[in-house]
């Protein structure tokens, strides 16, 4: 079965500019996570869902961060005015449900660059 | 606040001996515990978790890891160690009485698998 699908994979942008990073979570699935992966750190938390709704957003860095799910399936991340710090991977999660101890099920991540 | 942490960058071991990778936790409540891996370019995967019961719990590859309440530790071992084992290992915890579901991840640890 198709696992968490997330585009694009590579992202290279202008400081400034606004970027928007999508995720396709595994079918079924109502939690999706997003973390943030610098070079030679773990994942950082960013925001989870519980369906529709953003749960608990305390990871977002800043207000240039938000993140949506409309209809509790694909979730958009969105970065206004890109710095150069943010430069990282986004790693998008799904599971089964918060309430239930489930694992999580990444994607491969979307790797953004901010020149 | 829950915390992890993973207090070698890396670990070398020849193949065919026993791996040991080190975490440690800090919640309020009983914990969930959790190891995934990271291949080069790739997502994070579920290896195993601790929910309650059993204090060692077997996951895939051969993984197993050890629930120690007194010392707040849930290392990962494996009897042999093979080369395609080496990668990147993270260590995550979720505090179900925290009142939120997200998952914190350790630094990682790289394990390196000589042949």
């Known amino acids: 079965g198709a696992g968490v699908s997330q585009t694009p994979s590579n992202k290279v942008t202008e400081k400034g500019k606004y970027v928007e990073l999508r995720c396709d979570p595994i079918s079924g699935h109502t939690a999706l996570y997003w973390y943030r992966q610098s070079l030679g750190q773990g994942p950082e938390f960013l925001i989870y869902?519980?369906?529709?709704?953003?749960?608990?957003d305390s990871g977002l860095p800043n207000d240039r961060f938000f993140a949506v799910r409309p209809e509790g399936s694909v979730s958009t991340l969105k970065i206004q005015r890109t710095e150069r710090g943010d430069s990282a991977v986004y790693l998008c999660?799904?599971?089964?449900?918060?309430?239930?101890?489930?694992?999580?099920?990444f994607g491969e991540g979307s790797r953004l660059t901010v020149l | 606040a829950q915390s992890v942490a993973q207090p070698e960058d890396q670990v070398n071991v020849a193949e065919g001996n026993p791996l040991t990778v080190k975490c440690t936790y800090s919640?309020?409540?009983?914990?969930?515990l959790f190891w995934y891996v990271q291949y080069p370019n790739r997502g994070l995967q579920f290896l195993l978790k601790y929910i309650t019961g059993d204090n060692l719990v077997k996951g895939s590859y051969g993984f197993e890891a050890e629930f120690n309440k007194s010392q707040t530790s849930f290392h990962l071992k494996k009897p042999s160690a093979l080369v395609s084992d080496s990668a990147l290992y993270f260590c995550?915890?979720?505090?179900?009485?925290?009142?939120?579901?997200?998952?914190?991840f350790g630094t990682g640890t790289r394990l390196k698998v000589l042949a």
């Open positions: 919640v309020s409540g009983n914990p969930y």
């Open positions: 999660a799904s599971s089964t449900g918060t309430g239930r101890a489930g694992e999580l099920f």
């Open positions: 995550a915890v979720r505090d179900p009485s925290s009142g939120t579901y997200k998952y914190i």
């Open positions: 869902f519980q369906g529709t709704g953003a749960a608990d």
